[in-house]
């Protein structure tokens, strides 16, 4: 019988750092055997030239987003029991209320006061909880692995970050379900009870051997692989079925997939690993337990909501299922007079699967970094409702994403009547890059924030961005134009295109009749380069005032004494224009919003046909 080989890494977990820095975060689904990985969140580089509003993804000019950058400490909610590793890095950075065993209205009662929430599985995160925080609940922690009791769709519509810590108790996990295994299979809870009874019943408790059995290991996933692994090693043949694993890890593992109904007809036991989702609930069911081998033994370390309980029962009754070992139950704690529970064929624990200290340990620190990454407006790399965006990404993506949100702003203010857009907004990326080789979902949710922020109370974050612009009817389409050129840099420019709108500025449409503005990022900073058809050059920082002139000798000398007159600070200036002593637009960047009648005295500048002031 091959033996199970040492582990090759020793917890706590590796971290991010001793990996290869070009690992990309999709590329860790295939740990070495043992591994436990725990991804640190994605520190965003800073950039002379950013502000920092524009790197932060949460809400920042939330009251108290505010407090943090003051250097107040935010206020996080740790719900259930957590690792004191973890509670010590939260509590250097946030004040913490250890506020176990609370009532759902308890959690909603305090919910509007704290920025953070972390819990375990215990605690249902539902719709009322995002609601009663109003707005100010920033990130939901979820110490483990399953988000199946927290609402994902009410945190995204609030804006709200959910992280969890994926990776600190998968060994743990893998190793209950071996553990039910191995004890379901010798009747050891039960033998244990009889003995301690005072009973001595070694006939009644003889069981099954695991060798050269059939394991299927049903969702090949971190604790799935982590079991087939070590059930190999206690001699079983093992199979699997996922329908999203990759054929390349389940062969370097030595398992082979097979599809739902070959696996579950073939196998003498059978071992649960998937989430519970929509798809997956109940998925073990009378119908599927129809095509189970006759006494097959059944493990669950996932979730019990995989199970109807109640069939389970039945084929348990009529000796379908010989046996079953159950860590998870579809309500927890489970009602004391559960015919499953108390059935004499079946073992429990009371979801243990991640309690080691190891495993608790770990969890803490990956869950407290994650949580306290997200405060301060980092992308955690184990978001849960927000694209994974690599560091390598963000780091070069970084004035780009700047770029992105201030054109939205422009563009949106060049429409007229403050209404916002109701039509198609075109992004246009032209790059020299292989589409695949360019990810553009910050970029694009960078442009919802800046198109709807300026014309609305709602806080737009890479969270969610797209449903805010579901919801508001806003449709994005984006482009990409190939430019021969360097790869090496990601993006040449980005155009926002506004179709069937008016303008506030009419020199700001383009040809075909859009409000069409673009901007490229030059040595770093992000600049306006283009209105309507027309080129010009000014940096995208404070604000924006746009002149069309008919172009003549000491107009910029006029409007700038204006300016400084009012003592407000012009920060960059260009002109463009056709021809010479044609029309021109002055574009001139200004670090001051200027007061009203500054702004009418250059539009009663003879030669100034149309202006507008744009807030960046
Ligand atoms: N009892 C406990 O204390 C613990 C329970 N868990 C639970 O174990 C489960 C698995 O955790 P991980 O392996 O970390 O997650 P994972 O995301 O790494 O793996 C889940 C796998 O299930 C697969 N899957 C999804 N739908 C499926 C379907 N319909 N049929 C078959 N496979 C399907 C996915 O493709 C994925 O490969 C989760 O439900 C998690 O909550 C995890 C840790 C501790
Ligand atoms: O991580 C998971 O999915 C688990 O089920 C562990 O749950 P727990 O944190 O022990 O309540």
């Known amino acids: 019988m091959a033996l199970l080989p040492p582990p090759t890494h020793s917890l706590p977990p590796l971290t991010l750092t001793s990996l290869n820095p070009t690992t990309s975060l999709s590329s860790l689904s295939f740990l070495p055997p043992f591994a436990s990985i725990s991804l640190p969140s994605v520190r965003l580089p800073s950039h002379h030239h950013l502000s920092n509003r524009s790197l932060r993804f949460l809400p920042s000019a939330s009251s108290s987003f505010a407090a943090v950058a003051a ?27 250890c506020a176990y065993d609370l009532s759902p209205e308890e959690l909603c009662a305090k919910i509007s006061l704290c920025d953070a929430l972390i819990v375990r599985s215990g605690t249902k995160v539902t719709r009322d909880v995002f609601e009663a925080s109003k707005g100010r609940l920033k990130v939901v922690g979820r110490a483990g692995v399953g988000i199946d009791n927290v609402d994902l769709l009410a945190a995204t519509e609030s804006g709200c970050l959910v992280v969890n810590a994926p990776t600190a108790n998968t060994i743990a996990a893998a190793e209950h379900a071996i553990a039910l295994l191995t004890a379901m299979s010798r009747n050891v809870a039960a033998a244990d009870a009889s003995l301690k009874a005072g009973k001595w019943q070694r006939n009644k408790y003889v069981g099954v051997s695991l060798v050269g059995k059939t394991l299927a290991v049903m969702g090949f996933g971190k604790v799935g692989s ?11 043949h093992v199979v699997a079925h996922d329908p999203y694993a990759p054929v390349d890890r389940a062969r370097a593992v030595g398992v082979e997939l097979l599809p739902f109904d070959d696996a579950i007809s073939t196998a003498d036991f059978i071992s649960l690993h998937m989430p519970l989702t929509p798809t997956t609930n109940k998925l073990f069911n009378e119908e599927t337990f129809a095509k ?46 559960s015919r499953l529970v108390q059935h004499e064929n079946v073992t429990v624990t009371p ?33 849960v409702n927000a694209p994974m965006v690599p560091s ?57 924030k800046g198109i709807v922020e300026p014309i609305s109370s ?59 503005v673009e ?33 003549q000798p000491g107009m910029i000398g006029r409007v700038g004494s204006i300016l400084g007159g009012k003592n407000v600070n012009v920060s960059f200036m260009s002109v463009a224009r056709n021809a010479p002593r044609k029309q021109a637009i002055m574009a001139i960047g200004v670090d001051e919003e200027p007061e009203k009648e500054t702004l009418q ?16």
Request: charge should be negative; charged fraction near 25%.
């Open 71 to 97: 250097g107040a400490k935010p206020t996080v909610i740790v719900a259930e029991k957590l690792g004191e590793a973890g509670l010590a890095l939260l509590r250097e950075f946030a004040n913490v209320d």
């Open 226 to 236: 982590e079991v087939a692994r070590r059930a190999k090693g206690l001699g079983l």
């Open 292 to 337: 189970v081998k006759k006494g097959v033994r059944i493990v669950n370390v996932a979730r019990g909501g995989v199970i109807d309980e109640e069939a389970l029962v039945r084929a348990l009754d009529d000796g379908t299922v010989a046996q079953a070992a159950l860590d998870v139950f579809t309500e927890e704690p489970p009602p004391r007079d």
């Open 351 to 383: 979801h243990l699967g991640a309690s080691t200290m190891e495993a608790q340990e770990g969890v803490a620190i990956e869950i407290a970094q994650a949580v306290i990454g997200a405060l301060k407006g980092e992308l955690a790399a184990t978001a």
């Open 392 to 448: 390598e990404v963000l780091s070069e993506l970084s004035p780009y994403v700047t770029l992105a949100e201030k054109l939205g702003r422009l563009a949106v203010q060049l429409v007229s009547g403050g209404s916002g857009i109701k039509g198609v907004v075109k992004v246009v990326y032209t790059s020299s890059r292989d589409p695949d080789d360019l990810d553009t979902r910050l970029l694009r949710a960078m442009v919802i």
């Open 458 to 516: 709602v806080f737009v974050n890479i969270v969610n961005a797209d449903y805010v612009s579901k919801q508001r009817g806003l449709r994005l389409s984006e482009e990409r134009i190939f430019l021969d050129g360097s790869p090496e840099i990601p993006l040449h420019s980005i155009q926002i295109h506004l179709a069937n709108v008016e303008a506030r500025f009419a020199s700001a449409l383009s040809d075909a009749g859009d409000i069409r």
């Open 519 to 551: 901007g490229r990022v030059k040595d770093g900073i992000p600049r306006l380069t283009m209105v309507g058809s027309l080129s010009v050059d000014v940096s995208l920082e404070g604000n924006v005032i746009l002149c069309r002139q008919v172009d």
């Open 601 to 616: 005295m250059i539009g009663e500048i003879p030669a100034i046909e149309e202006f507008v002031f744009l807030k960046l």
